[in-house]
């Protein structure tokens, strides 16, 4: 059985960084998909940042120019590197891996997709970010 665990979130003060983790225990292949989500108080979960099995990676507008995605293939680990951070990125940072091919399952959410998240293969518990102004 999969599990997904996040880690590195925290306060930090506007035009700050942070780099979060996400390992994945329990993964015996390497053909999957992994991607950022994040989740305000009252708002919908929404895709961040997406890695696909090719390395190949999107990102939400939001974001894109300020987050990047990275992976570390032995250690099945994926990591969100969050430079110039915004109040507005305060949030609670979740990552969610999948295992099906032939479709880009996840990256389809950072695209504006919020349906079928629970579809999605596996979850972490996420992970606190809180951007102070």
């Known amino acids: 059985q999969v599990q997904v665990v996040e880690s590195g979130g925290g306060l930090v003060q506007a035009g700050g960084s942070l780099r979060l983790s996400c390992t994945a225990s329990?993964?015996?292949?390497?053909?999957?998909?992994m991607g950022w989500f994040r989740q305000g108080p009252g708002k919908e979960r929404e895709g961040v940042a997406a890695?696909?099995?090719?390395?190949?990676?999107t990102y939400a507008s939001s974001v894109k120019g300020r987050f990047t995605v990275s992976q570390d293939k032995d250690k099945k680990t994926v990591y969100l590197h969050m430079n110039s951070l915004k109040p507005e990125d305060s949030a609670t940072y979740y990552c969610?891996?999948?295992?099906?091919?032939?479709?880009?399952?996840?990256?389809?959410?950072?695209?504006?997709?919020?349906?079928?998240?629970?579809?999605?293969?596996?979850w972490g518990q996420g992970t606190l970010v809180t951007v102070s102004p």
């Open positions: 969610a891996v999948d295992f099906r091919s032939g479709y880009p399952y996840v990256a389809r959410y950072t695209g504006g997709y919020c349906g079928q998240l629970d579809t999605l293969d596996a």
């Open positions: 329990g993964l015996t292949f390497d053909d999957y998909a």
């Open positions: 890695i696909d099995a090719d390395g190949s990676t």
